[in-house]
């Protein structure tokens, strides 16, 4: 079972110092590798970029994520250039969304796309991870779309996925399900959202197309004003999600960590992780 944890770059010089903590506390679960988000539009360049010197330096592997935005070939090979240096072996292949704001919001190409120039410049020198959505991605105008498009970029040449982060577990069984009947094989490793906030995960969910079922949601809202208990429901909420995707044998767990360690790490012993069986 493989675990890896995504992080942001951070904001600040005290995030920079608090990642290398955060990274050394979860790297006590052995993950495979960490992985670092990359703003589409170039906006995190070099932030990515120093999360994973950082953490190579600590000994630690991180994946960075590559959106492709309105970036040309060009830059984008320049930069897969740049992680071959670093000695980096795994990418995080995405479209991206632009931030609101941005003078060229709409991006125009596709993962998909991405896929495919970097198995053109770069061959099979990456690991490439792609996204995948169980409970359909926003653009999407069917699950028999979305899906498609899921085929598409494993066609281009992507060897494992990321799932969006879900609370309902059958929807991942569902896709899972529909993309072997499809002849799709490659892992679908479930994304882990871990519930520390009311307001954060209800706004972040509506963008990004997860769903919040009603209990969950209503809830966190109850006790919004009480944090410990928030965060212990959240705890034993997410460790359930958890125990149904390993017993159901899932290839690994992929924790979004918003940069801190203390609830991913909770999750994580109450599942055992930390005395993996041999
Ligand atoms: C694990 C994970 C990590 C992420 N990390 C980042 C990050 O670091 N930075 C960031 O900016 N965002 C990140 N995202 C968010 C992601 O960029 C968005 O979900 C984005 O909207 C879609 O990216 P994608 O790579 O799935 O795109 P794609 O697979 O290219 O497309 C997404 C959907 O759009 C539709 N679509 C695709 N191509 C076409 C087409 N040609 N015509 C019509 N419809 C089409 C399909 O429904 C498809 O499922 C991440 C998401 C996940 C799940």
Redesign the pocket.
């Known amino acids: 079972m493989r675990l890896s944890f ?1 992080f ?1 770059p951070p904001r600040t010089e005290q995030g920079e110092q608090s990642l290398g903590n955060v990274a050394t506390k979860l790297n006590d679960f052995n993950p495979e590798f960490f ?6 539009g170039g906006s995190t360049r070099l932030g ?1 970029r120093e999360v994973v010197t950082h953490l190579g330096a600590l000994g630690m592997s991180c994946a960075p ?3 492709i ?1 309105n970036d040309t070939q060009t830059e984008i090979n320049q930069l897969l250039d740049t992680y071959l240096t670093l000695g980096v072996k795994r990418i ?7 931030p609101s704001g941005m003078a060229r919001s709409r ?1 125009v ?6 896929v495919g120039w970097i198995r053109e410049h770069s061959g099979d020198r990456f690991h490439l ?5 169980p409970e ?6 069917s699950p028999a ?2 899906l498609d ?2 085929k ?2 494993v066609d281009a040449g992507a060897n494992s996925a ?4 879900f609370y309902n577990v059958q929807a991942y069984f569902d896709f899972v399900n529909r993309c072997e009947q499809a002849n799709l094989r490659i892992p679908i490793i479930p ?1 882990i959202m871990p519930l520390t906030n009311y307001e954060g995960i209800v706004r972040f969910s509506q963008n ?1 197309g997860a769903d919040i079922p009603r209990w969950i949601a209503k809830q966190l809202e109850s006790l919004s004003d009480d944090e410990k208990s928030l965060r212990d429901f959240g705890v034993d909420v997410v460790t359930q999600l958890c125990e149904e995707l390993l017993a159901a044998k899932v290839p690994g767990l ?1 924790f ?1 960590t918003l940069n801190r360690w203390g609830v991913s790490s909770r999750i994580c012993k109450n599942l055992g992780l930390d005395h993996p069986d041999p």
């Open positions: 995504e942001f992985s670092c988000t990359y703003g589409a990515t994520h590559l959106s935005g995080v292949a995405l479209r991206g969304d632009l991006v190409n596709n993962a998909e796309t991405l991870e792609v996204a995948a959505y359909v991605h926003p653009d999407a105008r779309e979305d498009f899921f598409r970029k990321l799932t969006q982060y994304g990004c992929h979004y």
